[in-house]
């Protein structure tokens, strides 16, 4: 090892004194140079490359901020909230809240009168429909009038399907409204349930109506469709109407409350949660009452099982976390089908007697008549 030592030493000597002396020159003035320019700017070097990564680094943080903004732009309902604190967040729940128990007892009550006037009209028209039916009878038949064809198949359907083709209508008119770029800022403000978001009350009922998916809307329609004339034949046409609409906002409340509960925030839309309740209403009241799958018809079940299978996915769901659906409002609105049946029709329907007669007495007492009059 010594004798390769020698040799590289002997190797760098030569070569030194080969060089020429303009060449040794140029070299030292150069090394000289760069130590006075290290001396003068001792982090020049460090301070530039620094100033490069920094660059860089807040180049791609502002790239990163365009990006959220055009995203919160293109798709704002999408957007996670910043979690806020628990105390405030349970805070915003009380206008909710209210919303939610007055909705509920006008609904009630805005049934209890409709029946009343139906009831009274229905009175006040039967001789005129049979002088109507008279009349018909003594007319000349159309044969292809567009108007008589829809009124045959108007009559041919139950008081069920009667009843729930005005919220099918109102489902298709929503979900066409999402397709009108002009109104997605509306629709995600109003017709998507939030609990993170500035509107909180008129969402929980106007969400009830609105489905982003065709394959959703028309799987709700579809199962609302089937248990119609189960549930109006069960409650009638003016208490079905309360209880759905007042399923809807108990729905989302619930919702609402999980998903502040767990931080896990989003938005939500569909009926599934009122019929969820409309669901759980027939099950509870016909628990024998045999289903099949509309794919798999051969295969029969009872609706009590039925009843119990979804209570135990929604809340195996809830629990775990699965976010593919809202299941804190689906089993909200199931428990509340359940109750109404077992105890809310007792409870709230039934009493709706005073109710009646103080908007018979305001009905009755017009100008002049002292108070007095009939039915």
């Known amino acids: 090892m010594a004798w390769r030592g020698c040799i590289v030493r002997w190797v760098k000597e030569d070569f030194i004194f080969q060089t020429s002396q303009r060449s040794r020159c140029v070299l030292l003035l150069v090394f000289f140079l760069r130590c006075l320019l290290c001396r003068l700017f001792p982090c020049h070097q460090q301070k530039c490359g620094f100033r490069k990564v920094a660059k860089r680094a807040e180049s791609k943080k502002e790239a990163e901020q365009a990006e959220m903004l055009h995203k919160r732009e293109l798709n704002p309902q999408m957007e996670p909230p910043t979690p ?3 105390g405030r967040s349970f805070g915003r729940l009380v206008k909710p809240l209210v919303f939610t128990v007055g909705f509920t007892g006008c609904s009630f009550g805005a049934a209890a009168i409709w029946q009343y006037e139906s009831l009274k009209y229905r009175v006040q028209s039967y001789f005129n429909e049979v002088r109507a039916d008279w009349l018909d009878k003594l007319r000349p038949q159309k044969h292809g009038d567009l108007r008589k064809q829809v009124n045959q198949w108007w009559n041919s359907l139950s008081e069920g399907q009667r009843s729930v083709t005005g919220i099918i209508v109102a489902n298709a008119l929503v979900f066409c409204c999402w397709r009108i770029p002009v109104l997605q800022h509306a629709m995600v403000k109003y017709f998507t349930s939030d609990p993170a978001s500035k509107a909180l009350c008129w969402p929980m009922l106007l969400s009830t109506f609105s489905h982003y998916s065709l394959l959703h809307m028309a799987a709700n329609m ?8 189960s549930i109006v034949n069960l409650m009638g046409r003016e ?8 399923a809807g906002v108990i729905s989302t409340f619930v919702s609402y409350v999980c998903k502040t509960a767990t931080g896990r925030l989003g938005p939500s ?3 599934s949660g009122a019929i969820m309740t409309v669901l759980a209403a027939v099950c509870t009241k016909m628990p024998e009452a ?3 799958v509309i794919f798999l018809p051969i295969y029969t079940f009872s609706a009590g099982n039925a009843l119990k299978a979804i209570v135990a996915l929604d809340t195996t769901g809830l629990i775990m976390g699965w976010r593919f659906f809202d299941h804190a409002a689906h089993l909200g609105g199931a428990l509340f089908g359940m109750w109404y049946i077992l105890y809310g029709h007792e409870l709230i329907w039934k009493n709706r007697e005073p109710l009646v007669k103080l908007w018979h007495n305001f009905r009755t007492r017009g100008p ?3 108070g007095s009059g009939s039915l």
Not at 222 to 229: A, G, H, T
Not at 239 to 246: E, G, N, W
């Open 84 to 86: 806020h604190h628990p």
């Open 222 to 229: 579809y199962v609302l469709w089937s248990f119609s004339s």
């Open 239 to 246: 208490q079905f109407m309360a209880v759905y609409l007042s």
């Open 269 to 271: 839309l569909g009926a």
């Open 290 to 292: 045999k289903l099949a």
């Open 368 to 370: 002049g008549t002292g």
